[in-house]
């Protein structure tokens, strides 16, 4: 049997007296596509930084194919990663052609390969190729996080992390992007993990939801089988409210 894409063993991260992860374990398969859903601090973001190392965990293991990532040198493991999160953090002084190049330079790629990745993956994104000269500022919120998108594809990774990758963006942009993130999840093959608050778009987007709650995991499902109710009081109320949301625009 093949080893998980990723893999958490009885993780553990504190942060001065906050016990952020609590003995944590969680097998994430290849190609699957799993959302981390909690309220702010519940420990969910500390999860996904865990994988690649831009926090490390202070007991118990977290591997990637197979290997510890405590052995891997931090720079070296993140290239091999893709990273997006709401931020975006692209290089303002860079152009877009620049930005999506960043990790391919560093691994030093030759020019005319970067200039045909940068191409490609602006097509992957649904960008026009005439955005490769820009700089970031001159782009909307909705077009830099899909620079975000094709900068973090730019290796040809096949383990993709989102944290909050939407939230700063209007609902009809958020709409289309995570639609764009699903399709190139299934279309590359991807092992993708995601954090988000909004639990109607974890059901949505995701194959698997893990809900984290004070550094635990509350509920562990796919979409379906969540809809179908849960014990926990505090899980049943954040499956409850999508489903609310959509009583109501039914009834209208």
Do not use: C
């Amino acid at each position: 049997m093949p080893a998980p894409a990723i893999a958490f063993d009885r993780v553990v991260k504190r942060f001065g007296d906050h016990l952020a992860v609590d003995h944590v374990s969680l097998d994430i398969p290849e190609r699957q596509f799993l959302a981390l859903v909690g309220a702010s601090g519940s420990g969910k973001t500390t999860l996904l930084k865990l994988v690649n190392r831009l926090v490390d965990a202070d007991d118990g293991s977290v591997r990637v194919a197979g290997e510890d990532v405590r052995a891997a040198d931090p720079p070296t493991l993140r290239r091999g990663i893709g990273y997006v999160f709401q931020g975006i953090g692209l290089f303002p002084h860079l152009s877009v052609a620049a930005n999506i190049a960043a990790v391919p330079r560093l691994l030093r790629w030759d020019a005319a390969a970067i200039d045909a990745r940068v191409g490609e993956l602006l097509d992957l994104v649904d960008l026009p190729r005439d955005v490769a000269r820009r700089l970031p500022a001159a782009l909307s919120g909705g077009q830099r996080q899909r620079v975000g998108v094709a900068r973090a594809l730019a290796a040809r990774p096949k383990v993709m992390l989102y944290d909050e990758p939407f939230g700063a963006l209007d609902p009809l942009t958020r709409d289309a992007l995570a639609t764009r993130v699903r399709a190139l999840h299934d279309d590359l093959g991807l092992t993708s993990v995601m954090v988000t608050h909004d639990m109607a778009e974890a059901l949505l987007i995701a194959d698997r939801v893990v809900v984290v709650a004070q550094g635990r995991i509350a509920a562990d499902a796919a979409p379906r089988d969540l809809l179908r109710g849960h014990p926990d009081p505090a899980v049943a109320a954040m499956i409850a409210t999508p489903r609310r949301a959509a009583e109501r625009l039914a009834a209208l």
